[in-house]
């Protein structure tokens, strides 16, 4: 951020303190223009009152001027044509920013608006262009009026540059969403929520697939961060905030996760050096602000008490302070602006780490992720002792979480696969609690149900209705029909397997297939399969990667062979969507935290200096 806008800012702020309108006499005037005397008189009084030199800030009010003038003709032609005006900003990391008034009738589809901003910046492809107006990305496919925006409004639009092109921006990001929409609707559970000590989340199914999409953007964004590709960053993490919407918004604002969100939006738009969103900025903010807040304590004296000063959560807490800090600055609230910078310096004094320290852990065989939260987390003359017990305590905290909830997780699948719809849902902790009192799991399940899977509710129905409950029990199921076991036993499927498949599908045999195919822990199974059908069907030379396109016309895949194909086919791509996925995602579970810290620390001391001039 350069003096100028400093200054312009500031001069900004008196102009609209004083209720002075630049597009009104004395200033302007229809017949004549600008009054250039009235403006150096002006420029002559701030320049006294502010201590900046006469010329710049006639500059300021000059552009000032100019700028009502354009919104007050836009107005003008709104109203008599109903043609909205956007004032679109392109980011361009390599030529920096591009702004362009760009017209469009508030009717039209948010398509045509890309069309008029590609045909207006001389780009090959309308649909490469993606508009950003108040923290949304605008639908291509509904009215601009819908989507509530707004004549004189400011967007960002993002196209990609450079080896980022706009194509190849455009392509990651639908490959990308693909992937996490496939990732999260398998049946084999490839990804699941845990809180912060490895112990799983378990919700309602709907939101839980929500929330799953919307934290595997999240993660994708994050390693878009950390190549400090923030395009791509600010696009898919504007897609999670999409799917989070979906969710129960007292839920939302009760977990680390949405105001995680939220901060690293506002990371994106500053990275971007976007002070054109600046009211979302602000509401982002205050959204992460009331979580912490609520999560840590007013002062976060309830984070302290628990897991004591050296937290490594403060890298957060620092981070919000100082985009707290610029947002203040940019609304011309310099005290308070200059109040957060003083407490995110603060932090970072404290958050700094000895590199002579973190390089002996590296050497140890530590990650680097890991030895820097160890380091920020530890105090004391044996900081190198005490960072490899954090390290180690905590690892064993995972394994032994994870190593619980083994039972939760695998009585969740069956619940998942059991339950039809998401009034059925079960909480499958609370039936692992009710069984481990004594009550049959059945039972149990019937209960939490009809409880709406209120746990003492269901305990006080287990105790007086359990023969009302019992009746309500699943009728036994029907036994697999033998024929359509020896079908599947042809196939290769294992034959408790095959009967346990049958019945749970009705001896539907498609079901079942399906059922048999997602039941395998492998890609590895899966390929065995599919190679040893395809040779049941003749076509043992074709790809198995491809589509089913050829066969031997000696022996066609009958019905049931193709239905093993097409299903072996989706879990086999299922997998290679979480290998794209999971390839630039860290392993390390606290890496949110780990915050270097190094551009945090540039940005502060950029601004701390501009409120010294």
Not at 54 to 71: D, G, H
Not at 514 to 521: D, I, K, N, T, W
Request: net charge negative.
């Amino acid at each position: 951020m350069s003096h100028l806008d400093n200054i312009f800012i500031q001069v900004r702020a008196r102009l609209q303190s004083e209720g002075v309108k630049l597009w009104e006499e004395p200033y302007y005037s229809e017949d004549l223009g600008s009054v250039e005397g009235a403006l150096e008189n002006l420029a002559k009084e701030y320049s006294n009152i502010m201590g900046f030199e006469m010329c710049r800030c006639k500059f300021i009010l000059t552009e000032l001027q100019e700028n009502a003038l354009r919104k007050l003709a836009a107005r003008r032609e709104y109203s008599s044509t109903g043609v909205a005006t956007f004032k679109v900003r392109r980011i361009d990391k390599h030529s920096g920013a591009t702004m362009v008034d760009i017209k469009c009738d508030l009717n039209a589809l948010g398509s045509d608006l890309q069309a008029a901003i590609a045909e207006k910046l001389q780009l090959p492809n309308a649909e490469h262009v993606k508009c950003i107006a108040a923290g949304r990305v605008v639908s291509s496919n509904a009215s601009l009026a819908d989507q509530l925006l707004r004549n004189n409004q400011q967007l960002i639009v993002i196209v990609g540059d450079g080896d980022n092109s706009g194509e190849a921006l455009y392509e990651r990001i639908n490959r990308i969403k693909a992937d996490v929409q496939a990732v999260v609707s398998s049946q084999n559970r490839l990804i699941e929520m845990e809180d912060q000590n490895g112990s799983p989340v378990f919700l309602p199914p709907a939101e839980n697939r929500a929330l799953l999409i919307g934290l595997g953007f999240s993660e994708k964004a994050h390693a878009a961060m950390l190549r400090e590709d923030y395009e791509e960053a600010l696009l898919l993490l504007l897609e999670a905030d999409q799917s989070f919407a979906t969710c129960d918004s007292q839920f939302l604002e009760s977990v680390d996760n949405y105001a995680l969100l939220n901060l690293d939006i506002v990371w994106c738009y500053l990275c971007l050096k976007n002070v054109t969103q600046l009211p979302d900025a602000d509401r982002r903010l205050a959204i992460c602000g009331r979580n912490f807040r609520r999560s840590y304590g007013e002062n976060f004296e309830r984070l302290y008490s628990m897991k004591g000063k050296a937290c490594p959560e403060r890298a957060l807490i620092m981070r919000l302070q100082l985009l707290q800090g610029v947002v203040m600055f940019h609304q011309n609230r310099r005290d308070e602006a200059f109040e957060r910078f003083e407490a995110a310096n603060s932090l970072l004094r404290e958050l700094k780490i000895n590199g002579d320290q973190l390089a002996l852990l590296v050497e140890m065989g530590f990650e680097p992720a890991e030895a820097r939260l160890a380091l920020r987390s530890c105090s004391g003359v044996n900081k190198i002792e005490l960072a490899v017990q954090f390290i180690q305590e905590r690892r064993r905290q995972l394994k032994d979480a994870r190593k619980q909830s083994k039972a939760e997780r695998a009585l969740q699948r069956r619940l998942m696969r059991s339950n039809a719809n998401d009034s059925e849902w079960v909480n499958p902790r609370s039936v692992c609690t009710l069984t481990e009192m004594g009550f049959d799991g059945g039972l149990a399940t019937v209960a939490l149900q009809r409880c709406k899977n209120d746990l003492p509710k269901a305990l006080e129905l287990l105790q007086t209705e359990a023969d009302v409950l019992r009746a309500a029990l699943p009728r036994n199921r029907v036994p697999s029909d033998q024929d359509k076991l020896n079908q599947l036993l042809q196939l290769g499927f294992k034959e408790d397997n095959s009967r346990v498949a049958l019945e749970n599908a009705s001896n539907n045999i498609e079901r079942a297939i399906e059922s048999l195919l997602r039941a395998f822990q492998s890609e590895d199974e899966l390929k065995e399969t599919l190679e040893r059908v395809s040779r049941m069907a003749g076509i043992e030379g074709q790809n198995w990667d491809g589509p089913s396109t050829s066969r031997a016309p000696t022996a066609p895949p009958s019905p049931l062979i193709e239905a093993v194909l097409k299903h072996a086919r989706s879990e086999i791509e299922t997998y290679k969507a979480y290998e794209r996925f999971n390839a630039d995602i860290s392993q390390n579970d606290m890496d949110y935290l780990d915050l270097p810290l190094v551009q945090e620390e540039k940005v502060l001391h950029e601004y701390l200096n501009l409120l010294q001039q």
